[in-house]
């Protein structure tokens, strides 16, 4: 049984079409990698997934549970699923370790002692213990990434979704972030990540879904896409990518 | 009679002592707004030097007159000083201790928006040849103008309001009138009230004025 | 009338200078967040009511406000003590001006951050409590000291309505010394010290919860 399963999903904005009918499955322990160009509703996809957004037609199936309806507890799905977003979005306010286990607190209501040593033992994991007492500000891109890892997997997550991994650092990092999550595919995490980079993707998963308009246009490995003449989409998206 | 009728009848009665205090009060306001002003913008040139003493009793002078309550400085002038035998009026009285007050609150407005700037500019200016004062003239006050128009203007409507302070040391502005008006009737609330209306009003009529004057210096990029 | 008798009846004036503030102070800071809490919830429908309150309470003088209250109230058949009409008056107006200070502070919370909470499967009201506030309050730190001084400016009103603070004790002194013009500077210089000891005190706490990196390049006049 996968752990999502996404059917026909659709996600209209008024009259714009974002998602035109999405099938994805995502499996226990996979490496799932979306690439499109921007605009192509990946990101849309990702936060329809943990219902940031309602979709508006279609089947999610998280679990063996349908998560579309009224009904769904939305804040519990939402537990079960860790976000790690493309500008990180660390809380300001609060240290690397507060970062960390403020969801522990609020929502799993575990002590504070209980806490710090699950933050701690996760920061642990990503290298970052030694900057628990930092503020976000005092991060560099790659930390504060790692931060928002670490506060995604302290909840042990279902899967952690990966939004734009490497666009709001140095091309140079991007090395980094692949080894990072290819040892976290590596322990057993389930990810999901969306991406328009291909140097990552390639590094990461010999298997992406292409999404374009709003509809898988192909799943296949990097190499055969990029080869790929009868789709001129896809030939136009390596052509421009392969500049960048 | 009943009270609507006679505070009808009173208001029409006193109608031409309350809008010479009307009168009064806008006059008030405009003379101080300009001079708070004017007088500000030298606090806030006097602020620039680099001489520091100068400098340690400009900032003392900002930082004192907002610290201090304008009644203060009213009734100092106006109930202290004919102790020492010099008797001022009532407006003279008002005009001095507003026009400190208010030069000190704009020269702060100025100096913050002048820590903002993009310094660059200044610099390209003194490598040009500008002399200081120059540059004060062209460059510096045309941008810190502009960036203090809502705060400037603002001002103003704190001026319009505070100006009712005038009556607590007899000058007979509008809010005077009021009181003598509720003062007849005993219709403290009805007269408080109409006071209220009016205030509003024209503080409406200021935040208008404000919206067209900032429309009209808008230059494409440039904002705080 | 010796040096000591004046310092003693000035200082009588100042508990009820700072009796005032405070009462003042702590009412526009809790009116003024329970506005800017609404109106970032919810309650849609109630919003056209919180702007008409910000812009009323923000256009009408002090003055006036607060003679409608201690005057005005009597005559339409309520009666208000003179710091009951000290907070309807002063107090409420600060709230007027807070209540759009905290809005702006509330505009500043980075929304990036508010989603990812979300994300995490934080209800609304955790959000607001977690995130939000506390980022909101370090924010509007300028603005409320701005506030505070001017409910502290604005105080001397209270003499009008019969609270004997600083101004009223002054006033006093001066017509039976006839040294109005020393004792009014000095009770201006009182006023000066009241601000810079309440601004230390402010700095302080400010400096007690100070985080790297959360500042706002915010006006503050002071």
New interface residues.
Partial sequence: MPVIEVRDLVKKFGEQIILNGVNLDIYEGDLKVVMGSSGSGKSTLLRCL?R?EEPSGGRIVFRGENIMGADVD??????S?G?V?Q?F?????LSVLENVT??LR??KKLSAAEAKHKALAELERLNMASHAGK????LSGGQKQRVAIARALA?DPAVVFFDEPTSALDPLMTREVADMMNRLHDEGVTMLCVTHDLKLAGQISDKVVFLDKGIVRAEASIATLSQNHDDERIRAFFAREADY | MNGWARFHSDLLEQSPLILMGLSKTLQLTAIISLSGLIFGIVIFYASLSRNNALRCVINGYI??F????????L??LY??????GIKLSPFQVAVFSFTLNVAA?NA??LT?AYN?LDHAEMEAARAQGFSPRQIFKLITLPQVMRLSVP?LTNQV?GNL??S??AF?IQYTEF?ARIQEL?ATN????????L??IV??AL??LIVIAARLIEKRLVIPGFTS | MSFLDIVIQLGRGLGYTLLVTLCCSVTGVLVGLIIACIRRIGFYWLRPLLDAYAY?F????????L??VY??????GLKVTPLLAMVLSLGLISAAYLSEVFRGALNSV?A??I?????????RL?VFN??EL??ML?FSLPGMINEF?TV??????AY?VGIPEI?KQ??TL?AAT????????A???L??LI??ILLFAVQLIEKRYR????VL?Q????
């Avoid at chain 3, 923000?58 to 406000?65: E, S």
């Avoid at chain 3, 006006?219 to 002071?222: P, Q, V």
Wanted: hydrophobic share 50%; aromatic share 18%.
């Fill in positions: 943990n940031l939305v804040r519990a799905l939402r537990q699923i976000f977003f500008q979005a660390l809380y300001r306010h403020l969801a609020k929502l503020y976000p500000s005092q909840m | 930082s004192f907002i610290g201090m309550p304008l009644i203060v400085l009734f100092l109930y202290g000083l004919p102790q020492w609150y702060a407005y913050s903002g705060a409507i309001k505070d009712s302070v607590l809010f509720a005993f219709q403290f609330f009805k007269a408080y009230l006071a209220a205030y509003l503080v409406s | 009323v923000r256009g009408i003088p002090v003055l006036v406000l003679f409608i005057f005005g109230f009597p005559s339409i980075d990036d951050e989603l990812a909470a979300e994300a995490m499967g934080l209800s955790q977690c995130i506390p980022q370090r001084t502290l400016k604005y105080s001397p009103f009008t101004t002054a006033m001066s006839l040294h109005g013009v020393e004792i009014y500077f009770v201006g210089v006023y000066f601000f810079r985080i790297p990196g959360l390049k006006r503050s006049n002071i």
